[in-house]
């Protein structure tokens, strides 16, 4: 089954403790996006990547850095987490050129204490 | 920069009835996409439908169709025949053809009730 798989689907954390959220397709795509998701804001892109080592910031990425080793996956890390990075976390996928469909990840629920 | 306004924070509708959902957007691009996209309550992102800017043909996708009038920027989504599986986000999306970056730009979203 084509997806695109994130774990964890929710983690709560404290202030300064490094975490990392995984993101993984198996659809062979060579775009990856990250999204953060917040009430009243809609989605916003932090990090995207357009193929291995090829990786640009979005219109948010203070506070996060990726990194695209391998053509499937697209971790975001999170060096040292705050409250404001309490938020709903979506990765997404889609094969190259401006005419293909994004696929979602089903979502991570972070809480920053 | 590109930007979606979606002016309805919520609304309601009666089953079986007919909901329209609106978004304007703004760019200085020719070519681009438009998108809804369904959030219903398991969060995830559902695709409903998209437009390509230079097709002056509106989309539709069974329920779902779209007013796409390109010279107001602007980009409706009609819902007809509403089911209660309909409750959910929607969220209006915009991408433009060139550039790089492929992002979608997200509208704030519309909180759609259908009521029984």
């Known amino acids: 089954e084509a997806q695109v798989t994130q774990n964890p689907r929710y983690l709560i954390t404290v202030t300064g403790k490094k975490l990392t959220v995984t993101c993984s397709q198996n659809?062979?795509?060579?775009?990856m996006s990250w999204y953060r998701q917040d009430p009243g804001l809609g989605l916003r892109q932090i990090y995207y990547?357009?193929?291995?080592?090829?990786?640009d910031k979005g219109d948010v990425p203070e506070g996060y850095k990726v990194s695209r080793k391998e053509k499937r996956n697209f971790p975001l890390i999170l060096e040292s987490p705050s409250p404001n990075q309490t938020s709903l976390y979506f990765c997404a996928s889609k094969r190259g050129g401006a005419t293909y469909e994004q696929y979602f990840g089903p979502g991570t629920r972070l809480t920053v204490t | 920069a590109q930007t979606v306004t979606q002016s309805q924070p919520e609304m309601s509708v009666q089953e079986a009835e007919t909901v329209t959902l609106s978004c304007t957007y703004d760019?200085?691009?020719?070519?681009?996409?438009l998108f809804w996209y369904k959030q219903p309550p398991s969060r995830q992102m559902i695709l409903v439908i998209r437009?390509?800017?230079?097709?002056?043909q509106n989309a539709t996708e069974n329920r779902f169709s779209v007013n796409f009038q390109k010279a107001a920027k602007s980009f409706s989504l009609k819902i007809s025949d509403s089911q209660l599986g309909d409750t959910a986000m929607y969220f209006c999306a915009f991408m433009k053809m060139r550039g790089g970056s492929e992002k979608l730009v997200f509208g704030k979203g519309t909180k759609l009730t259908v009521n029984p």
């Open positions: 659809m062979n795509h060579e775009y």
């Open positions: 437009q390509e800017a230079y097709k002056q």
């Open positions: 760019t200085s691009e020719n070519n681009y996409y």
């Open positions: 990547s357009m193929n291995v080592e090829v990786t």
